[in-house]
């Protein structure tokens, strides 16, 4: 059961970038259900206020939007991510890596995450908590990897664990109660993983998946900046 208590101050807004994606806008659904806080928006290529990795221009259009709406943001989580589509499939060798693959992998996965932090970095309050969460994946855990494969994922998410890292110092320096982290959410029964379950793998729905990700958000304090949790709020080495 997600936490229906406010672990954020009083009159806060939540913003869920890839609300239109099935761990997203089971997340964005949840906190509208369980919730009272001011604002839930959803960001997406669908949205009202568009949002696109591939576009610098729709991210920064974006952040001046919000800028100008004076909302006090007390959330961002980052939903969007890429694994495969009818075009690309995870490599399974070195053999198979493809340019226009890896691209995408890290557009979706990195450089819009990236993009995100640099614009909407003047929305992030001063003082006061403040959740920074992006939805990453244990195989982008270096120390973790012992099978190799999957090059695109696992570099672009590594590289997203990086940004996190970056990001939690240069936000504790504008913020000391602000916690930016990676999340891995697991196996969720979504378009994105569904080739690639496994017997014996804990695959849960995404409204399970978005709840209990939302019990680990609901529980950080400042000393889990710049860490790296899975949703059952254990520490993944980078």
Same mark, same amino acid.
């Given at each position: 059961?997600?936490?229906?208590?406010?672990?954020?101050?009083?009159?806060?807004?939540?913003?869920?970038?890839?609300?239109?994606?099935?761990?997203?806008?089971?997340?964005?659904?949840?906190i509208e259900s369980n919730y009272t806080f001011n604002n839930v928006i959803g960001l997406s290529?669908?949205?009202?206020?568009?949002?696109?990795?591939?576009?610098?221009?729709?991210?920064?259009?974006?952040?001046?939007?919000?800028?100008?709406?004076?909302? +006090?943001? #007390?959330?961002?989580?980052?939903?969007?991510?890429?694994?495969?589509?009818?075009?690309?499939?995870?490599?399974?060798?070195?053999?198979?890596?493809?340019?226009?693959? /890896?691209?995408?992998?890290?557009?979706?996965?990195s450089v819009g995450p990236a993009l995100i932090m640099k614009y909407f970095f003047p929305i992030?309050?001063?003082?006061?908590?403040?959740?920074?969460?992006?939805?990453?994946?244990?195989?982008?855990?270096?120390?973790?990897?012992?099978?190799?494969?999957?090059?695109?994922?696992?570099?672009?998410?590594?590289?997203?664990?990086?940004?996190?890292?970056? /990001?939690?110092?240069?936000?504790?320096? #504008?913020?000391?109660?602000?916690?930016?982290?990676?999340?891995?959410?697991?196996?969720? +029964?979504?378009?994105?993983?569904?080739?690639?379950?496994?017997?014996?793998?804990?695959? #849960?729905?995404?409204?399970?998946?978005?709840?209990?990700?939302?019990?680990?958000?609901?529980?950080?304090?400042?000393?889990?900046?710049?860490?790296?949790?899975?949703?059952?709020?254990?520490?993944?080495?980078?």
């Open positions: 059961m997600v936490d229906k208590s406010n672990f954020l101050p009083e009159g806060t807004s939540i913003i869920v970038i890839g609300s239109n994606g099935g761990i997203g806008e089971a997340i964005y659904k949840t290529r669908k949205s009202e206020i568009k949002i696109n990795y591939y576009s610098e221009e729709s991210i920064k259009k974006a952040a001046d939007y919000f800028i100008s709406k004076s909302l +006090d943001i #007390r959330m961002i989580i980052n939903c969007a991510g890429f694994l495969y589509d009818k075009d690309f499939l995870p490599e399974k060798s070195i053999k198979d890596i493809n340019i226009d693959h /890896m691209q995408k992998s890290f557009y979706i996965n992030i309050p001063k003082e006061g908590k403040f959740i920074f969460a992006n939805l990453s994946a244990k195989v982008g855990s270096i120390s973790d990897n012992k099978l190799g494969g999957w090059f695109s994922y696992r570099s672009s998410k590594a590289a997203l664990n990086q940004l996190v890292r970056c /990001m939690s110092i240069e936000l504790n320096r #504008r913020n000391k109660d602000s916690i930016c982290v990676a999340m891995h959410p697991g196996t969720v +029964d979504t378009n994105l993983s569904k080739p690639f379950k496994k017997k014996g793998l804990n695959v #849960r729905s995404p409204n399970i998946a978005a709840s209990e990700i939302l019990d680990v958000l609901s529980s950080l304090d400042e000393s889990h900046n710049g860490k790296f949790l899975d949703y059952k709020f254990k520490e993944i080495a980078f």
